[in-house]
């Protein structure tokens, strides 16, 4: 295989429909932890850690049990969903997996639908999670780059999960599960700052992704968290406006994180779905 190598980790388990789930920002696969075990009896679920986050590296080498695949001529250096898409295309070849249902969670949810630009053929179903389609406006953009230097610079420990956690889940998880704010923030604060700071440019630069969504003729499903106030339910029946194929499914009492805040809710949204899509 030819081009630069790139280690990505991935977490499996499970039998069944292939169904691919990218990670949101800044956490790493384990966020779809509580969610595995719902599934697993009816999915192939394989979760990525993204480029520069969790166990994935940055910069191409590789680590214990990681997985090698080669992202082609796509310029590391310049951050960019196209080439975090090109890793999971990539992880997909390697485990012979011509079509899968994808999924997405926020930066998970560009990722995916960068995926469907580059190579919407290998997209069976389409699931995005408290994401949105359209580019950061110029406010959005300042603020993605002004945390990416940050990190560099001061690295992420004693900032980053205060700053975020108010934002990434609701006030009723806040309030009564204390648990699940404290496993986000170590979540959070486990991650490499090199790799906050890539996955942000990346974000900052990622366009428009409505004519994908309208191009998709495949089943979609869009999930948003009531209590979403990163992408909140507008953003999602945007979407679903798009989408030939969407539906909706807006989740009571949860944020932008709904496979932490509510995965039996999730798990009972999805397998019903799931189980009508043909691979």
Known sequence: MSGRMVAVH??????????????????????WNPL????????????????????????????RGMLEAPVGKLPVDRPSVDVAAADI???????????????????????????????????AGLLLVDTKAPADTD?????????ATRAEEEGISGWLADSMLPNLLSASTRERRPEVVEELRALIEAQPADGVA??????????????????????????????????????????????????LVELAGSGHLPSMESPEALADAVLPWLAGIEV
Not at 92 to 117: F, H, I, K, N
Not at 139 to 147: G, H, I, M, T, Y
Not at 223 to 239: F, H, L, N, Q, Y
């Open 36 to 63: 595995r075990g719902r599934l697993e009896e009816q999915a192939r679920v394989i979760t990525p850690d993204q480029r520069g986050l969790g166990e994935s590296s940055l910069d191409g080498s590789t680590a």
């Open 139 to 147: 406010e959005q953009r300042a603020n993605r780059l002004s945390v």
């Open 198 to 247: 890539w996955a942000q440019r990346a974000m900052a630069a990622r366009p428009d992704s409505f004519v994908a969504l309208r191009a998709f003729g495949g089943p979609a499903m869009v999930v948003v968290g009531a209590e979403d106030s990163i992408t909140p339910p507008s953003a999602a029946r945007e979407m679903v406006d798009a989408l030939p194929r969407g539906e």
């Open 10 to 31: 991935y977490i499996e388990s499970g039998a069944g429909t292939p169904l691919v789930l990218l990670h949101a920002f800044p956490v790493d696969a384990r966020m």
């Open 89 to 123: 295309l990539e992880l997909l070849d390697q485990l012979e997996l011509p079509r899968v249902v994808l999924g997405g969670c926020s930066m998970g949810g560009y990722v995916a639908t960068a995926v469907l630009r580059a190579a919407p053929q290998r997209v």
